[in-house]
């Protein structure tokens, strides 16, 4: 089955600065790459999602970037602000059939 | 609309005693999947139904945790002879196609 790991698993960064989080995965037929936040006792919210058509996406201050040859995929933030604290999973999936998720990195942005 | 929801939030049990866990996912949705989340940890894939179809349960870690669909509609998990391990939040998600939707979990305690 599908493995993903999770690169960091704390980030501390200074508000302004970028925060980058990667992930890999093993198996190449997954197509779906979503990223999601999750809030201390909250539920995990869809922030931006890729697909392998795709090597890359956008959305404001956030970004995810894609290398299928590689099997890994990234998660861009940047100028961070303090409501940016929270912890961030990357998730891979195939044709969105199960979902297998990253362990999670803990963001930290210092005011 | 209405978002999932998940009842009971939070249900503290004793060792040994079975519990019944519930998801109302979103109207039309088709996919349903249910996860396990410890603390501090990442979500751990249990099952996921996917409209009239067999389900997958290839996530369930034994033969104690059991999950039911009617249709489209309320998924049920259930958990006999519970363990202190199976203290967790339970999260269930509903899709179509596309994206997943997260409940707000049920937090299991087993004392």
């Known amino acids: 089955g599908e493995n993903v790991e999770q690169h960091p698993s704390t980030l501390s960064v200074q508000e302004g600065d970028s925060a980058v989080i990667k992930c890999t995965y093993s198996d190449s037929a997954s197509n779906y790459f979503p990223w999601y936040k999750q809030e201390l006792g909250k539920r995990p919210q869809l922030i931006i999602d890729i697909r392998s058509n795709v090597g890359e996406k956008k959305d404001q201050r956030i970004a995810v970037t894609l290398n299928k040859t590689a099997k890994h995929f990234s998660l861009h933030i940047t100028e961070t602000q303090p409501e940016d604290s929270a912890v961030y999973f990357c998730?891979?999936?195939?044709?969105?059939?199960?979902?297998?998720f990253g362990s999670g990195t803990k963001l930290n942005v210092k005011p | 609309g209405a978002g999932v929801s998940q009842s009971p939030s939070n249900k503290v049990t004793e060792k040994g005693k079975d519990v019944e866990l519930r998801c109302d996912p979103i109207?039309?949705?088709?996919?349903l999947y249910w996860y396990r989340q410890r603390l501090g940890q990442g979500l751990e894939f249990l099952i996921y139904f996917q409209g009239n179809s067999a389900p997958d349960k290839s996530g369930l870690p034994s033969d104690r945790f059991s999950a039911e669909r009617t249709g489209e509609s309320v998924s049920t998990l259930t958990i006999q002879r519970t363990q202190q391990e199976d203290s967790a939040v339970y999260l269930c998600?509903?899709?179509?196609?596309?994206?997943?939707?997260f409940g707000p979990g049920t937090r299991l305690t087993v004392t």
């Open positions: 998600a509903s899709g179509r196609g596309q994206e997943q939707y």
């Open positions: 998730a891979a999936s195939h044709n969105f059939n199960k979902f297998y």
């Open positions: 109207s039309g949705h088709t996919a």
